[in-house]
């Protein structure tokens, strides 16, 4: 298979939309639902998920030849465990009052399915560029839910948007939204959302089939 | 639904129909309550009429704005949505700002039955899960009891009813204690004629006990509701708080305050026998309703909270599929 | 897919050797990485660590600029640089001067949720608790996270007599010096808080009543 940008480009999207972790495949639900409770936990863990998995996939894709499948799944894990713990430090050190926000959900980057799936399913089977445009792709779908589920909890939870108050002092925080009910109530309509818009566009798409017009931009 | 030749008309059984339909055991249920309704809008005055109001709102609003096109008018005149909304706005403080009402009836209808596919596909009661919400995210607001108007107030509201969206209530200093919250932390009883005739804080539709019995009796009569079910969840409430009350009449309270105070009248004869959330069989119906009444008393006694009632029910709610599957009858001729 | 990766990769069989040796160099390297990310990381993450201690204890105890930690030691508290696992410390707080302003004592216990743990200041002579600071807690957002968030609340602690034993009150019921007045809906956090404080002060009080009579 010839790698043209377009397949580049292709690769990068699904991740982000069509395919998004966490909106379509629902994986990577225990960081989603623990640590939305503000923007700013979101994207410190969505960064970390990030990273942990654009240098695994670069890791894993690169050595694939090198690794025998017995094993293959050990090492995975080994690489990802190896960026997961220098995460960690990392934050620790230079981000401490988030990194004690987070606590125990950095090191259990390490059991986010996602990332071990991402491994599995397509770094170990393309090249380096296409894991990584692949994992970057996923990342930033990853990333841009644990923000929007962030950003309503925070919004709706403190009245604030990365701590910057967003109403005046009488605002009435909807203490449900910073509990774990939130989070699950929260993500159960932003999944409603995505699936009534995926299902208005298949309709349209199907609209355009019967007008026999070719869309340009069929996914 | 329109039949295209009425010489031809084939339809599975059961082909003998009764007079019954949803639309009249709604319509029934609505009757059953407005005694309560006006006894709650006579002892909070005007306010108890706002967030009733503002709570059908949020149920009706929410019901027809996520049916589909076709099915909306059909939906509003089957007045569920109304019920739902009636139903919440009696179990809510007579002083909550008339947003979270409203907010608290959008949940409802859409968190607690539109989402589950529509009425008779839902898992827990919508009334409930809509207040469950409000006292999860407004636990200030939903926990503060106004004095009663009681009459001369009747044209007084309370501020705080009229707070914008999304800001704080204010409250001018006149709130109270419910009979349960003074039993739970102060270990004081209520007077029984207050509690029957209604004489306390509560909420707006929980606390003449006298009315919310004859409504119920009248409901029973008419069959709207199966009898086990109230008379079950009644039954174990008194007999196991008359257990507690007789090894220790110092600490816990004596089974007539059980019955009458809070909200277990209110849910035992309108809430706990929604045909959808309950069980189908009649043993199921008693389980189900044993259920209820332990776990109330269970929650007031010996949980945080003084009330339970909402909490029991939603929890023997999630056990109905179960309960439905063990209590299936047998197929005549098998084992 | 590729069928044809797959065939090639089934046509060599690895030995357990080649298993055992790729999976001894993953190991190995990801090991000399994670060694070396800690120790780059590790200064800074002492010293924050210690500037936090350091900023709660000058906060219960005001004018205090110095800390020493205090091991209790043979019946005694001794000064140490390093205090052992098991064993008990506070920390001595001194002004500018270097005379004893009072001791920073830690405690914890179980909250609402999880484990609280705090620090408060003590002041032997007056015999009184002047400041809080809670340093771990995952109460209830909203409801018990008022035991750091609500200023009212941290205030009880300011000036705090502990005789007899600290109470919590209902809220605007304090009447006494001893008297803490609770959080409205989270008074099983408010309890707590006063408990760790009350065992605290039972574990330390006597010994540091002996340390000021020497």
Redesign the interface.
């Given at each position: 298979m010839p790698e043209k940008k377009q397949d580049t480009y292709q690769e990068f999207i699904k991740g982000l939309w069509r395919d998004n972790p966490v909106f379509v495949q629902v994986l990577g639900m225990c960081p989603m639902l623990a640590v939305t409770?503000s923007a700013v936990n979101a994207l410190v863990m969505g960064g970390a998920t990030f990273f942990v998995l654009v240098a695994s996939s670069f890791f894993v894709s690169s050595l694939k030849n090198?690794?025998?499948?017995?094993?293959r799944i050990?090492?995975y894990i080994?690489?990802i465990?190896?960026f997961v713990?220098?995460t960690d430090?990392?934050l620790?050190?230079?981000m401490?009052v988030v990194h004690k926000e987070l606590g125990a959900f950095i090191p259990l980057i390490v059991a986010n399915c996602m990332i071990l799936g991402r491994q599995e399913a397509f770094a170990s089977?393309n090249s380096v560029r296409l894991a990584v445009v692949d994992a970057l792709g996923m990342a930033s779908g990853f990333l841009f839910a644990l923000f929007s589920l962030g950003a309503v909890r925070e919004i709706l939870?403190e009245?604030a948007l990365f701590g910057f108050k967003l109403?005046?002092d009488?605002?009435?925080?909807?203490?449900?939204?910073?509990?774990p009910?939130g989070g699950f109530?929260t993500l159960?309509l932003l999944l409603?959302l995505f699936n009534w818009l995926k299902e208005r566009k298949d309709r349209l798409v199907a609209q355009l089939d019967e007008m026999e017009i070719e869309p340009r931009f069929r996914s | 639904m329109q039949y295209k030749d009425p010489r031809l008309l084939v339809q599975p059984s059961p082909l003998l129909k009764q007079q019954m339909t949803t639309h009249q055991t709604m319509r029934d249920l609505l009757f059953a309550l407005l005694p309560v309704t006006f006894a709650g809008i006579w002892l909070f005055g005007f306010s108890a009429l706002l967030v009733i109001l503002a709570s059908i709102l949020g149920a009706v609003a929410t019901e027809w704005l996520f049916s589909p096109a076709e099915q909306r008018a059909a939906r509003l005149v089957d007045g569920s949505g109304v019920l739902t909304g009636l139903l919440l706005g009696l179990t809510l403080p007579p002083a909550l700002p008339l947003w979270m009402a409203f907010l608290g009836g959008v949940v409802s209808v859409g968190i607690g039955k539109l989402i589950w596919g529509g009425l008779g596909q839902n898992l827990f009661n919508p009334a409930l899960v809509g207040r469950a919400f409000l006292l999860a995210t407004f636990p200030n607001a939903m926990t503060t009891w106004s004095t009663q108007a009681s009459g001369e107030g009747f044209f007084q509201w309370y501020p705080s009813n009229f707070a914008l969206p999304f800001m704080q209530p204010h409250y001018d200093a006149v709130s109270t204690a419910t009979p349960l919250g003074l039993m739970k932390f102060e270990q004081q009883s209520t007077a029984l004629p207050d509690l029957v005739l209604g004489n306390t804080a509560g909420c707006i539709g929980e606390t003449s006990g006298l009315l919310l019995l004859a409504g119920g009796v009248f409901l029973v009569l008419r069959r709207d509701i199966d009898w086990r079910i109230p008379a079950g969840v009644l039954l174990s409430a008194a007999i196991f708080s008359g257990v507690l009350y007789a090894i220790d009449t110092s600490h816990y309270p004596d089974p007539l305050f059980t019955l009458f105070s809070g909200g277990l009248l209110l849910a035992a004869f309108y809430m706990a026998t929604d045909p959808v959330t309950s069980p189908l069989t009649p043993r199921g119906a008693w389980i189900f309703a044993v259920g209820i009444g332990l776990l109330v008393v269970l929650i007031r006694i010996f949980g945080g909270f003084p009330e339970g009632v909402m909490y029991a029910i939603l929890l023997m709610n999630a056990a109905t599929p179960l309960i439905d599957r063990y209590t299936q009858p047998r197929v005549f001729g098998k084992e | 897919m590729k069928p044809q990766t797959q065939q090639t990769v089934n046509a060599t069989e690895p030995g357990s050797m080649r298993l055992v040796a790729t999976l001894g160099f993953a190991g190995l390297l990801s090991g000399l990485i994670i060694v070396s990310v800690f120790e780059a990381t590790l200064p800074t993450i002492t010293a924050y660590k210690a500037r936090i201690l350091q900023e709660a204890v000058f906060k219960v105890l005001p004018g205090s600029t110095r800390l020493q930690r205090l091991a209790y030691r043979k019946d005694k508290l001794a000064v140490v640089e390093e205090v052992g696992k098991e064993e008990e410390f506070v920390f001595g707080g001194y002004n500018s001067e270097g005379a004893l302003v009072g001791y920073a004592i830690p405690g914890s216990g179980p909250g609402f949720q999880d484990i609280i743990s705090l620090l408060y200041g003590y002041l032997p002579r007056q015999r009184k608790v002047v400041g809080m600071e809670i340093l771990e807690s995952r109460e209830t957002p909203g409801l018990g996270d008022k035991i750091y968030k609500d200023a009212a609340f941290v205030a009880n602690f300011d000036a705090l007599s502990i005789d007899p034993e600290i109470v919590a009150v209902k809220r605007g019921s304090k009447s006494a010096p001893n008297e803490v007045d609770a959080i409205t809906g989270a008074t099983i956090s408010s309890k707590a808080v006063v408990r760790i404080i009350n065992q605290a002060n039972q574990q330390w009080l006597q010994r540091l009543q002996i340390q000021q009579g020497e």
């Open positions: 409770n090198w690794i025998p499948k017995q094993v050990s090492t080994i690489i465990a190896t713990t220098v430090f990392t620790q050190a230079l401490p089977r939870g009245g109403f005046s009488d605002f009435e925080p909807w203490v449900i939204m910073i509990l009910p109530i159960g409603l | - | -």
